[in-house]
DNA sequence: GATGAATGAGGATTCATTCAT
DNA sequence: AATGAATGAATCCTCATTCAT
């Protein structure tokens, strides 16, 4: 795993060398996944010897997983400060804004998390058990506050969390599948404002009466 | 015995070996993604040498090719026999019936759909061309031709679209999330027609007033 | 595949399949080298299935000696018919001749004794034994009885010989590099006639005083 | 100590390890070719894995280009410093003695030039216009400054220079067939005294009157 | 005779990792 | 910290050969 020094970097020192690992592998992995890439070609795009990687992380699994932590503790901590009171709308408005707000400035999170997710490997767990359950039981709470919700019924509430999930990650990580099929960049400045917009809306009529 | 040859036919069309050659990589493919799969592991699941595999494909890109190849006619013909007369709530929740049904028959699919979107490869180009953009036409006009539409802007349409898409392939793709987050079995019979009750009612509520 | 009419056309009766196997195999070594071309391969030029070749040869390396054997029978016969009376200029003028003619019917058969000779294989010892001394001692006899030679050391007499075997024999095993150098092409009419004459010239002024 | 650095420098040019690969990489390549020789084989002879010999040479091909390369610049270097001023007979035999004691030095030169002749590869058009069409040329102009070349027709001229070139390099491309027809050593210093002397009266007796 | 399919051995090359410098 | 070099294991793929049909 990181050095302790190393871990500590990117809020104080974002010129680290270990940052700068981090920032290569994160738009690797995401791209290609832990399989597709290799070591030397990190290190190539940091521009060190594969060798060098080794002085920050102790191994490619290591970084890996290095990766995912830095990714996610923003994320978790934006959602712990927001877990109560998310029963109004205007609530709910202001935490998805935030929300994809905080995914477009870390776009390669949703794929990461995707790729996890197929792989259903080890650390899925560790992620699950660590981010993505807290997040989860916080929306859980958040959608069963919502006065519409009656018209769905008990055993539709997962369904109904992770389709907003998908709602809003499948747009990040199916970024080529929308460029491709409707024409538009993705990553548009306008169309950030439209999928904020989107998603507000579906999650207005998934939610409310 | 001519009958029963002639039978026999379509299921053995490419012969048997190739047959269970595609079975076993699409299984793996799915699991783990085209680099993280090996033509040994492959070729070791199905009994063979893992020279035999070139005996029947000329590489293991072409094999790759040929599972997603296969996995997609079917879905495309079933997408292009119901292309017209989508306009009415019925019609659409007949087709999500069928898509829905089709899907758990081959669950490997939205799989290798999202790694192949995630990967961004060349052979989504051919994806694209040939198989999600007819289906993506489709779902356009069907949408285009739903009353409630109004309210949504013309500009959020592909997104709509593919939101629905989202919901319809999240569910398999990401099935070990919906496990490990709600401790339910995603493939149950159960949630089967739990996830199918879900997709009619969240497209409901999506398109309709 | 070809008709049986059509293998057993080339040579009238000399084998049908074997026949054209040796012919493409022939072809193939003298370009490549043993090791450089594949039983698949030389299949193929014939236009058959790489395990029919097993049907006529019972291994590639058996394929190959057949090849030179075939080659190198023909010349045999030709030397073994003037290995006597070669001691005036007019004979040996017209073993040249012939001996050029044959190769020119036979191109490959240079560059298969070249490479053989390069590799220094377990083969060269029967190709010796068989066919070079023979050859060999023939034309040391022939030389000896040159009434020019006089002017030769004894110990010259090996590098003598092997000299004009170069001459003769290495224009057709190194054409590449006199089609590249000069800019003609080696295997012209003109340049047929050109290197008879200038072996004859060659020769001449080698042996004659 | 810094003496013995800058002498130790050339030899040490490209890394001790390097220079180790090339030489058995040339003695393997010279012997059997280069379909003929696997990677892990030039790695044992040098005492290494087969994967170190990639530290050094991006491929197979590339390694073998460089033992080209290397053995082609001092022959190149060699007739460069005598282009000129060939008319002469001794100028001549000296340029032919100190060739030989070149080519003795390094013997597995020509085979390796009969070698990529004989296959008429990519890299013969390299090896022809950056190596041997200078030599060629320069042979050329030294000929056309005989006295005695009345004699040969124009056309011949290539042929006469091939052949001077087929006797000169044969004797170590052919060194197997010399021992096996005549029984001597090739090798031995004896050959190589006949055969400089070979070569120079053959020379003399093909240009001179 | 011909062939599709199977296979063990080996081909070149890349992998993640280690270590001395 | 950085790196050139080393390596065993693994990669995809081709090899010559066999065998049932």
Redesign the interface.
């Known amino acids: 795993m990181p050095t302790e020094e190393a871990v500590r970097v990117p809020a104080a020192e974002s010129g680290g060398t270990a940052t700068r690992i981090l920032d290569a592998a994160e738009a690797l992995f995401a791209?290609?996944?832990?399989?597709?890439v290799s070591v030397r070609e990190i290190a190539g795009r940091v521009g060190l010897n594969q060798a060098s990687i080794y002085n920050h992380f102790p191994s490619k699994q290591a970084l890996y997983e290095a990766v995912l932590d830095r990714g996610f503790g923003p994320m978790r901590d934006l959602l712990a400060a927001r877990a109560h009171g998310l029963g109004t709308p205007e609530a709910r408005e202001r935490l998805l804004a935030d929300l994809i707000e905080h995914l477009w400035r870390t776009p390669h999170l949703p794929?990461l998390v995707?790729?996890e997710?197929?792989?259903?490997g080890e650390y899925?767990?560790k992620l699950?058990e660590h981010w993505?359950?807290p997040i989860?039981e916080a929306a859980k709470k958040a959608v069963q506050a919502t006065p519409g919700l009656a018209?769905?019924?008990e055993?539709?509430l997962?369904?109904?969390i992770?389709?907003m999930?998908?709602?809003l990650f499948?747009?990040f990580?199916?970024a080529?599948?929308?460029e491709?099929?409707?024409g538009?960049d993705p990553f548009s400045p306008?169309m950030r404002q439209?999928?904020l917009?989107?998603v507000k809306?579906?999650t207005d009529?998934?939610l409310e009466r």
């Open positions: 791209e290609r996944g832990f399989t597709g794929k995707q790729r997710v197929l792989d259903g899925l767990d699950t993505l359950k989860y018209r769905w019924p055993e539709d997962p369904l109904l992770l389709g999930y998908h709602l499948g747009h990580a199916s080529a599948l929308l491709r099929l409707a538009v306008r439209a999928h917009e989107f809306h579906a009529r998934l």
